[in-house]
């Protein structure tokens, strides 16, 4: 993790460094706006027991005896959630350059994003057998088995709102492709942070025979749900933007200012839970599809 901070923040300053000079005697011009979408993927947390009995305060769901239960390791990876936005463009224009090959620009603006930060599951299973019936003809005995499942999962989510800013260079935005990478920031709040308690209880009974010779089949299955609404939390993304720019048109005046992109995110992402008083650090990445319409 240090190591992967680290590269990302010396990568981050090199741009920077790199940049800064030419863009200081330019002219910031607004140009253009795009809406995305994409997906926001980060380490999932995987939380304790007591964790989410503070998240969760008076839950009944949380009281269960958890004696037999195994701990399902399915949260262990990554976790993925929506993410998307409107932003607003401003291009550096710079009188002196004529034969100008790297293009630089500044994009501002608002994102929500949907994702699962903690997240916890346990479940039971038990076979055994219900009855064991006799034909009154044949004497033969028919077995009732059955299978019962008790599941308790646990989630902690947050829905965020970010400010973003973004100083990208690339090639000449004019082309029918051009490409660009940069640094980006975006700083927000979880406007909307809850926790969901779920236990679930089901059953499966199967004749292995019936009298007259078919099998019999039946399932039930009863849930309980519980929602807590938790504080508002503060959060953070650190990220280089990689992409790909595809100009649609050459002729008309809205295809020529009609583009659409691709866009890679390698970044740090940083989110705190007030009720744990926790902040994670870790990797994420976000992936996007934008449409821009460019002045």
Known sequence: MKLRSGLIS????????????????AKLVFNGVSLYTGVLSHQGQVGSLSDFKKLAK?????????????????FYGNESGSIGGVNVHFKFVNDQKVDQKIFSSMRFGISL??????????????????DTLTSSRSG????????ASQNLYLDYSQSQVFLSAAYLIGSNPEERFSFFTGVGLMSGIA??????????????????RSINDELTREYNSKSEDEYFKNKMAFTMIASIPIGVDFRIGTVRKFW????????????????SIPELNTSTMTTASIWSFTYKFQF
């Open 58 to 74: 008076g839950s009944e769901l949380l009281e269960t005896d958890l004696t037999g239960y195994d701990v399902n390791s399915l």
């Open 256 to 271: 020529k200012g009609s583009h659409l992109m691709l866009e890679y995110q390698p970044s740090l992402y940083y989110y």
């Open 10 to 25: 010396i990568s981050l300053l090199s741009i920077l460094s790199s940049t800064a000079q030419e863009s200081s005697k």
């Open 113 to 130: 994003a949907d994702g699962r930060n903690l997240s916890k599951s346990y479940s039971k299973s038990e076979d055994f057998r219900v």
């Open 191 to 208: 406007i909307d942070a809850s926790t969901y308690i779920s236990k679930s209880n089901s059953s499966y009974t199967e004749n292995s």
């Open 140 to 147: 033969e005995e028919y077995y009732v088995d059955s299978t």
